[in-house]
């Protein structure tokens, strides 16, 4: 079974390391790549992916916003948000708009791999290492 993929991302550099991660597996295929907002909800409505990567500071319309459109237009899509933004507030509004996963950009390709196998599966991913064990959580394989 293909797992489809559309990346949204305004940073070119993080595109193409994602691209490189996912291409590891041969069931995980990048459907398409845009780099705004607009853009990315036109493609998810159009496309239908399995799976979003979002970022959520993108130029145009932030990922929350295209979040919450998306939800709308393609809701059997499963939305993932790499992120630099580590707040446990911004982390929760994001999981509240239904996305299934949260991983820092940071984040190495096998916990890329690791976070769009669990939405996959229909269970939550969300690692912040960077946080104090207290407000860290991890779900996942």
């Known amino acids: 079974m293909s797992v489809r993929i559309l990346i949204v991302e305004d940073y070119e550099p993080f595109r193409r390391f994602?691209?490189?991660?996912?291409?590891k597996r041969a069931e995980l295929q990048v459907i398409g790549e845009v780099s705004d907002g607009?853009?990315?909800v036109e493609k998810a409505e159009e496309l239908k992916p399995d799976?979003?990567?979002?970022?959520?500071?993108?130029?145009t319309l932030d990922g929350i916003e295209v979040a919450r459109?998306?939800?709308?237009?393609?809701p059997e899509s499963k939305i993932i948000f790499p992120s630099m933004e580590y707040s446990i507030d911004v982390v929760q509004e994001a999981l509240s708009l239904g996305a299934l996963?949260?991983?820092?950009k940071l984040s190495s390709a096998a916990e890329i791999l690791s976070a769009v196998e669990a939405v996959c599966r229909g269970n939550p991913y969300v690692?912040?290492?960077?946080?104090?064990?207290?407000r860290r959580t991890c779900v996942g394989p």
């Not at 799976?51 to 993108?58: A, G, K, P, S, T």
């Open 101 to 104: 996963g949260y991983i820092e």
């Open 38 to 40: 607009p853009e990315a």
């Open 51 to 59: 799976v979003i990567l979002l970022d959520i500071r993108l130029p």
């Open 18 to 23: 994602v691209c490189s991660a996912l291409g």
């Open 127 to 134: 690692s912040l290492s960077h946080l104090p064990p207290q």
């Open 69 to 74: 459109r998306i939800h709308e237009l393609a």
